[in-house]
């Protein structure tokens, strides 16, 4: 499928250069307009190039307290968001790595049951649960809380049945070789089972992490207080209906801001992304 | 070392799948035990039950005269090793074989020696530092014996490990592992499907069939008297003829109905089947009738060559057999033979196949 034609591979270019500058130039212009004025960008045209209130904007956003989300500041924000993200990531793999753990390698009564329940869950989108799962938050009194953030979006049927189709591949001489060398349960998954995982911890990490951050309805239901909102609440709070009530320039900056987390995770994670997703070391 | 003692070992699946049927075998300390037996007789699951990866559903096994049976795996004092190798591939070379002693919690030091030592034995020392993805065939072979030599334990078990090798590294491992397992005086069980590896590794051969044993005994012993039709035609290669006879008050009778002399042989009248090996057999060149062995016809159907010696594959009595011929045959298709087998060379196995 690899031509060496100088004429293809120059169409070939072109077309991805197309697609990149599609992709990248609203991130490029919400970059310029977060280093304007709110006066510069209420008066189109917009410079395609990059004022300079770069840091006045960015001190302002991160440390200042920005008026329409209650004085709370970006950084608070991204804080917040942080750790429901990690959280979420976190605790998925955890618990999905264990209940995959049990799933595969245990017989135990009521075993297919369990699967077959988590298996389940998967045809429920969170909508549909979301009346009930508030009301028991709110029950337990976790509203306004990083628990109540996170702990209902930590359960996953994705995760265990990835890593169940994993450790079903591992062969069943490499489990009894481990007997005979006296593991344990809990050595074998400690020294057999969570390095030879290393790829696919990595993969979902990226991709729970990115879902943790994005998370909007949840974040919305669970969170009364400014100070316990995620930053894309934050953002949408920020806007008003009424164009001139709102600090645009504040707005991209927190636009830019809120981007760069997942793309740090994914570039600094992507060789091993990639490896998780296409081969299984063995 | 120790001397491993199976009583009546039956292993049942489910209510009804008897896959081992009440084995006894005794071995004795330092010896080397080939459990042999076409795939599905039951070998890898004796093993396993020795090994403590499979339950006992009935009877006793003793290691170093002590019941092992509720005991675990790691507690049996056994090394294995699988047809796959079972190496963890996240691992070194060292450490896949100082893993099973880590576990036990010995000395640093020690394990460093005890990995060294082997390493040497097996000629690994310039690998430890590698990843079983980067070995071959042979070398990963070796690691897994590796991984069992540290341990010291009193029983190495072997799952069929050379069947995943190339016939010439088979060859040359399974001359290792003898000289290894004679070197070390380790009491061994092994397990094959491949009777060569069988009869040369074997201090005592188990012949299996069904979930029983056919034959217990020293490997020659078996090839020389095979107990049963099935031990004949299992051991040695190519197997050995069996023709049926019927035998009447004058002599025998082949089943295309062909008469032959037999003086001196009782065969019973319920029918028999006589059975020789392909070596065995004397082409003579007249007609004449051997004394002191029993001249058959032989209709040659083909020849095929190896080099040091020729197969000549023949029908007797309606019966397709072979003729092992040292080196050219000039046999060409469709001559007629007259082959002598020497009395003293000849089997006879009873109508239920058991040695007469």
Same mark, same amino acid.
Request: aromatic share 8%.
């Given at each position: ?46 410079? &395609? ?7 006045? #904007? ?6 200042? *307290? ?66 009930? @799962? ?47 060398? $006296? ?9 057999? /089972?969570?390095?030879?995982?290393? @790829? ?20 919305? /239901? ?11 609440? *934050? ?44 081969? @299984?070391?063995? | ?20 049927? $009440? ?11 080939? /459990? ?50 079972? &190496? ?38 310039? &690998? ?50 003898? #000289?290894?397992?004679?070197?070390? $005086? ?24 069904? *979930? ?52 001196? &042989? ?26 002191? *062995?029993?001249? /058959? ?60």
């Amino acid at each position: 499928m690899i031509q060496n034609n100088p004429v293809g591979r120059l169409i070939a270019h072109v077309i991805l250069i197309i697609g990149i500058l599609i992709v990248a130039f609203p991130i490029y212009y919400t970059f310029v307009a977060s280093t304007q004025t709110l006066q510069e960008i209420l008066r189109p045209p917009l410079s &395609l190039l990059p004022g300079g209130h770069f840091w006045e #904007n960015y001190s302002a956003a991160l440390f200042g *307290g920005v008026g329409r989300i209650g004085g709370v500041g970006v950084d608070r924000l991204l804080f917040n968001t942080l750790v429901m993200a990690l959280g979420i990531a976190i605790g998925k793999i955890c618990i999905s790595i264990l209940s995959a753990y049990a799933i595969v390698f245990f017989r135990f009564p009521g075993r297919m049951i369990f699967f077959w329940l988590i298996f389940i869950t998967l045809m429920l989108p969170v909508e549909v649960r979301i009346l009930p @799962t508030y009301k028991i938050m709110v029950d337990l009194g976790l509203i306004d809380t990083y628990t109540g953030l996170i702990l209902p979006l930590m359960a996953s049927a994705t995760a265990t049945l990835l890593f169940r189709q994993f450790f079903m591949t591992i062969p069943g001489e490499l489990v009894e070789a481990a007997r005979v060398d $006296g593991a344990g349960p809990w050595r074998f998954f400690k020294d057999i /089972l969570l390095p030879l995982s290393k @790829t696919n911890i990595a993969a979902l990490f990226v991709i729970l992490f990115i879902y943790g951050w994005t998370q909007y309805l949840w974040p919305l /239901l669970m969170t009364n207080r400014n100070e316990m909102s995620t930053i894309v609440i *934050g953002l949408r709070k920020m806007i008003s209906f009424a164009d001139a009530d709102t600090e645009w320039h504040l707005v991209m900056v927190t636009c830019i801001l809120a981007i760069l987390p997942p793309i740090l995770v994914v570039v600094l994670m992507q060789r091993w992304f990639v490896r998780g997703l296409v081969e @299984t070391e063995k | 070392m120790a001397n491993v003692e199976l009583t009546n070992v039956r292993k049942v699946y489910g209510s009804s799948v008897e896959a081992v049927k $009440g084995i006894n075998i005794a071995i004795e300390d330092g010896a080397l035990c080939v /459990l042999v037996g076409p795939s599905g007789c039951g070998k890898s699951t004796l093993l396993r039950m020795i090994a403590g990866l499979e339950s006992i559903t009935d009877g006793t096994v003793k290691i170093d005269n002590k019941v092992v049976n509720e005991l675990g795996p790691a507690e049996r004092d056994i090394a294995m090793v699988f047809q796959n190798y079972a &190496l963890y591939p996240h691992m070194k070379v060292y450490d896949n074989m100082a893993y099973g002693l880590r576990n036990r919690g010995m000395p640093k030091d020690q394990i460093d020696k005890r990995v060294k030592d082997a390493a040497q034995i097996l000629e690994l020392t310039q &690998l430890l530092e590698r990843r079983p993805k980067e070995l071959s065939g042979g070398q990963r072979q070796r690691v897994a014996m590796g991984r069992a030599i540290v341990r010291s334990p009193k029983v190495f078990l072997f799952d069929e490990p050379l069947s995943n090798l190339d016939a010439k590294l088979r060859g040359q491992m399974r001359v290792e592992i003898k #000289n290894l397992q004679r070197q070390l $005086g380790v009491t061994s069980v092994y397990v094959t499907h491949d009777q060569l590896e069988a009869m040369t590794l074997a201090d005592i051969l188990v012949v299996m069939n069904a *979930g029983s044993v056919e034959q217990i005994g020293a490997p020659l012993d078996i090839y020389e008297k095979p107990a049963s039709t099935f031990v004949a035609s299992f051991i040695g290669a190519p197997p050995m003829n069996l023709v049926p006879v019927k035998a009447d008050h004058s002599g025998l009778v082949l089943k295309d109905g062909t008469r032959i002399g037999a003086e001196g &042989l009782s065969i019973p009248l319920t029918g028999a089947l006589i059975g020789f090996r392909p070596e065995d057999l004397e082409v003579s060149a007249g007609t004449d009738t051997h004394i002191g *062995g029993l001249a /058959l016809d032989l209709k040659v159907l083909g020849v095929e060559p190896v080099g040091a010696e020729s197969y000549v594959y023949g029908i007797i009595g309606g019966e397709r057999v072979v003729v092992r011929v040292p080196g050219r045959s000039t046999s060409n298709t469709d001559d007629q033979l007259r082959v002598i087998i020497p009395k003293q060379k000849l089997h006879l196995f009873g109508a239920d196949g058991k040695r007469i």
